[in-house]
Structure formats: structure tokens, C-alpha cells
């Protein structure tokens, strides 16, 4: 939402722009993760880069020949032995093309893949919960399986490898096209061979489920507000304003912001959920094309949640909007963060329609903290690390919330 996000968003605005900053993680639902935005987007919406929009030509007709493209198509036309398609051959080439790029988050969607990929970000619809990447290598990887959905039920964890779906490879295939071999009716199965660490390859049957995804939750623990933003979607800033309302009234001393396993979503989403506790004018996120800096989004000034102690959990799930939203904090002084180094993804994409019902995601910037560091590949090391044990897990045992519980009960002693 990618589409500041690896993949995973929902709810666009109206309009032909999108653009997020995903990983393209997706969700596998898949859901995909997506980071959009009112102003700019980490996934999926309209994407207003203050003025930006795409060229229509980057280059002079004499720098590509087209001409060789329509000789190639004549020649395949009148010697080839059977029946050709038309319109599969164009899609051909606009998928060639754009493949050229050597971007996994650059892509060309056909209109029926189109239509897949925006009921994606409906929020609700059939896959197995798990949000999908890939990695240095351009492996297809699970960034974070969904709580509570069939993905985690069945033991896929983040980082772990997708090599076949339904024993078809998946090199070469990028993120969206393993997303939609993933999904599929409710009810239905998928096999996926996974490789994880230096085991040996082995096979999970998943049944596919509806998957549905709130925004956000949050309890009450003590003193302490726990509020936990599973993505970044239209109503995540009027739940969070609910919460930290209800929080106000409880009289909370210190907040833990969980952000663990949030593929990412609207750009403006982050900014809005960082200026609950940041000064009006701060800075939140930079844009920036090579040297050129396109836009910085600056914090809003409703600092409901300004002064508090705050601790922001992350691990490797955690992209696009989560992580400009932990280094906003961080930066800006507001939070420790504890956990696992994040995901990773530091580039913002914008889609743009096209005729026919087809459409264009292409990487347009990459976006800086406040500091001025892209986590693009590297992600953002948590200030104190805490990990979760596979007996941890078992024994239903968060050490890393336990963390940050002590370092808050120390701070509102």
C-alpha cells in the first residue's frame, strides 16, 4: 500500500493514480501490501507527489526502435505455423517491456490481473493470510503470516521461501503473479514447497480461507496503552484517535505500539499515526528521486499522544508504512524501538490506468527517514533486539512485549 508496502492494502481512493511503496510484499490473500497515499502513497491510492506525475516520454522516438517491434510482430504474423492472439501478443510485449525494467515492484497488469490485484485491496477476500515479498535474491518469501488465518495455522514463517506453487516454480515469476496463484476460491487447497533456513525443501497444503483484516485493536494493561496497527488503511487514524481517546480518559503513563508483522499501506496513514506524537512541522518522510528530493511530508500537529513514553515493536514483517512510522518516532525522539530488524522496503510506487483496463506500477522515488537513512534491503535495527524462540512461540510466550513493558515501567516509576 507499496505501495509503500510489501503487499497488503485496501480501500483506494477514487482517481487513476496510485501509487505505495509495498517490498511488493503482498498479502498473500493474499493480501497485498501496499502503501498508498493521500499525498503520497506507500501502496495503493492516489499518489500526489506535490506536482509529480508520470511522463508520458522519457526518451526520443529515435532512442527506441519501434520499428523493429512492428517488423518482429510481421514476421511472427506471417511465418508462424498456428493460430496467434492478438491481444495475448500485446500484453506480451507491454509485459516484456516493463519486465525490462529489473524491478520487482515494476510491473504491467492486464486487465484481468488488474481487476485481481484491486479487489486485493478490499480488505476481504479469499487466499491463506500471508504477506508476500522477495528477498536480495528475488526469491518469492513470506514476510509475515496474518494471525488467526490459514498461513500461520499452517506454520509458514517470515522469511521462509516460496519455490513452487502447485509444483510450478516460482523463478522469475514476481510477487503479484505468485500472489494470484496463490489465491483462489474459499475452500480450495494450494500446495507450496518451502525452503526454510538449511532444511530440506517440504511441501504445506493450505486451504484457502476469507480474509478479512482489521486495521486496529488496543487494550488497556495497567497504566500501559497497547495499540497494535496490523496495516495502514482509511480508518486507521480514526480507530487509533479512539484509542488513544479511551487512553486519555484511563489515564495510560506509557503507549507500546505494535507494529510487528504490518506489511504497510497509505503513505498518508503513516504520517497521520506519527503526528499523534510528533510536533506540528516535524519532519515525518522524504521523497526522493537519485539526488532530487520530490516531496517531505511533515507531521500534522494533533500531538494527542506527544510526551508519552512509547516503545514500537517490529520484526521482520514489518515494511513500508510500519517502518516510516518507527523511524518518524525514533528520529524524532519520540520511541524506543525493540524487536527484529525489519523488512526493508524503501521505494514508492505509483500505478497509473491504461487504456483498455490495464495497468502500470512502476517505482517512481525511495523514501528517507528523518535522519536521512533509506532502509531500502537493509530495514530498521531495532534500538534494543529481543527475539521470539520457536519454544517462546509455542508456549504463547512475547518476550519482545515484555520487554517493552519493563523498559515503560521503569520510565513512569
Same mark, same amino acid.
Given at each position: 500500500?507499496?505501495?509503500?508496502?510489501?503487499?497488503?492494502?485496501?480501500?483506494?481512493?477514487?482517481?487513476?493514480?496510485?501509487?505505495?511503496?509495498?517490498?511488493?510484499?503482498?498479502?498473500?490473500?493474499?493480501?497485498?501490501?501496499?502503501?498508498?497515499?493521500?499525498?503520497?502513497?506507500?501502496?495503493?491510492?492516489?499518489?500526489?507527489?506535490?506536482?509529480? #506525475?508520470?511522463?508520458?516520454?522519457?526518451?526520443?522516438?529515435?532512442?527506441?526502435?519501434?520499428?523493429?517491434? =512492428?517488423?518482429?510482430? &510481421?514476421?511472427?504474423?506471417?511465418?508462424?505455423?498456428?493460430?496467434?492472439?492478438?491481444?495475448?501478443?500485446?500484453?506480451?510485449?507491454?509485459? $516484456?517491456?516493463?519486465? !525490462?525494467?529489473?524491478?520487482?515492484?515494476?510491473?504491467?497488469?492486464?486487465?484481468?490481473?488488474?481487476?485481481?490485484?484491486?479487489?486485493?485491496?478490499?480488505?476481504?477476500? #479469499?487466499?491463506? $493470510? !500471508?504477506?508476500?515479498?522477495?528477498?536480495?535474491?528475488?526469491?518469492?518469501?513470506?514476510?509475515?503470516?496474518?494471525?488467526?488465518?490459514?498461513?500461520?495455522?499452517?506454520?509458514?514463517?517470515?522469511?521462509?521461501?516460496?519455490?513452487? @506453487?502447485?509444483?510450478?516454480?516460482?523463478?522469475?515469476?514476481?510477487?503479484?503473479? *505468485?500472489?494470484?496463484?496463490?489465491?483462489?476460491?474459499?475452500?480450495?487447497?494450494?500446495?507450496?514447497?518451502?525452503?526454510?533456513? #538449511?532444511?530440506?525443501?517440504?511441501?504445506?497444503?493450505?486451504?484457502? !480461507?476469507?480474509?478479512?483484516?482489521?486495521?486496529? +485493536?488496543?487494550?488497556?494493561?495497567?497504566?500501559?496503552?497497547?495499540?497494535?496497527? +496490523?496495516?495502514?488503511?482509511?480508518?486507521?487514524?480514526?480507530?487509533?484517535?479512539?484509542? *488513544?481517546?479511551?487512553?486519555?480518559?484511563?489515564?495510560?503513563?506509557? @503507549?507500546?505500539?505494535?507494529?510487528?508483522?504490518?506489511? $504497510?499501506?497509505?503513505?498518508?496513514? *503513516?504520517? =497521520?499515526?506519527?503526528?499523534?506524537?510528533?510536533?506540528?512541522?516535524?519532519?515525518?518522510?522524504?521523497?526522493?528521486?537519485?539526488?532530487?528530493?520530490?516531496?517531505?511530508?511533515?507531521?500534522?500537529?494533533?500531538? +494527542?499522544?506527544?510526551?508519552?513514553?512509547?516503545?514500537?515493536?517490529?520484526?521482520?514483517?514489518?515494511? #513500508?508504512?510500519?517502518?516510516?512510522?518507527? $523511524? *518518524?518516532?525514533?528520529?524524532?525522539?519520540?520511541?524506543? @524501538?525493540?524487536?527484529?530488524?525489519?523488512?526493508?522496503?524503501?521505494?514508492?510506487?505509483?500505478?497509473?490506468?491504461?487504456?483498455?483496463?490495464?495497468?502500470?506500477?512502476?517505482? @517512481?522515488?525511495?523514501?528517507?527517514?528523518? +535522519?536521512?537513512? &533509506?532502509?531500502?534491503?537493509?530495514?530498521?535495527?531495532? =534500538?534494543?533486539?529481543?527475539?521470539?524462540?520457536?519454544?517462546?512461540?509455542?508456549?504463547?510466550?512475547?518476550?519482545?512485549?515484555?520487554?517493552?513493558?519493563?523498559?515503560?515501567?521503569?520510565?513512569?516509576?
Amino acid at each position: 500500500m507499496d505501495y509503500l508496502s510489501p503487499n497488503s492494502d485496501i480501500a483506494v481512493p477514487p482517481g487513476p493514480k496510485k501509487s505505495w511503496t509495498l517490498p511488493r510484499i503482498l498479502i498473500a490473500l493474499l493480501l497485498t501490501v501496499l502503501v498508498f497515499g493521500g499525498g503520497v502513497a506507500v501502496g495503493r491510492g492516489d499518489l500526489h507527489l506535490k506536482g509529480l #506525475s508520470l511522463s508520458k516520454t522519457t526518451t526520443s522516438q529515435a532512442a527506441f526502435d519501434y520499428n523493429s517491434v =512492428d517488423q518482429l510482430y &510481421n514476421l511472427l504474423k506471417n511465418n508462424f505455423d498456428g493460430s496467434l492472439d492478438n491481444e495475448k501478443l500485446l500484453d506480451g510485449i507491454k509485459t $516484456g517491456l516493463v519486465n !525490462a525494467a529489473d524491478d520487482p515492484y515494476t510491473q504491467y497488469f492486464n486487465p484481468e490481473d488488474a481487476k485481481l490485484f484491486n479487489e486485493e485491496l478490499t480488505g476481504s477476500f #479469499s487466499g491463506i $493470510g !500471508a504477506e508476500l515479498g522477495t528477498d536480495a535474491n528475488n526469491n518469492i518469501v513470506i514476510v509475515a503470516p496474518l494471525s488467526g488465518y490459514p498461513a500461520e495455522a499452517a506454520g509458514l514463517k517470515p522469511k521462509d521461501i516460496i519455490s513452487a @506453487i502447485d509444483g510450478e516454480t516460482t523463478s522469475g515469476i514476481g510477487v503479484d503473479r *505468485a500472489v494470484r496463484k496463490i489465491r483462489g476460491d474459499v475452500g480450495t487447497q494450494v500446495k507450496l514447497t518451502v525452503l526454510r533456513g #538449511s532444511q530440506p525443501a517440504f511441501e504445506l497444503t493450505i486451504t484457502r !480461507a476469507q480474509i478479512t483484516i482489521p486495521s486496529v +485493536s488496543y487494550s488497556v494493561e495497567g497504566v500501559i496503552g497497547y495499540l497494535k496497527i +496490523s496495516q495502514f488503511t482509511n480508518d486507521t487514524l480514526k480507530l487509533t484517535k479512539e484509542a *488513544a481517546s479511551d487512553f486519555k480518559t484511563k489515564n495510560i503513563k506509557g @503507549i507500546i505500539l505494535d507494529l510487528r508483522s504490518d506489511p $504497510g499501506g497509505y503513505l498518508s496513514g *503513516a504520517v =497521520d499515526i506519527s503526528s499523534l506524537w510528533l510536533d506540528k512541522g516535524k519532519v515525518v518522510v522524504a521523497q526522493k528521486r537519485g539526488n532530487q528530493t520530490l516531496a517531505t511530508e511533515y507531521a500534522k500537529g494533533d500531538a +494527542s499522544l506527544k510526551g508519552l513514553p512509547t516503545v514500537v515493536l517490529i520484526n521482520s514483517g514489518s515494511a #513500508s508504512a510500519s517502518e516510516i512510522t518507527a $523511524g *518518524a518516532l525514533r528520529d524524532n525522539g519520540a520511541a524506543t @524501538i525493540v524487536g527484529e530488524k525489519s523488512f526493508g522496503k524503501g521505494s514508492i510506487q505509483q500505478v497509473q490506468s491504461l487504456p483498455g483496463g490495464g495497468e502500470l506500477k512502476v517505482t @517512481i522515488a525511495r523514501w528517507f527517514t528523518p +535522519s536521512g537513512k &533509506n532502509i531500502d534491503k537493509q530495514g530498521i535495527t531495532p =534500538d534494543i533486539e529481543v527475539l521470539i524462540s520457536d519454544d517462546d512461540q509455542k508456549a504463547g510466550r512475547d518476550p519482545q512485549k515484555d520487554r517493552a513493558t519493563q523498559i515503560l515501567s521503569a520510565k513512569i516509576q
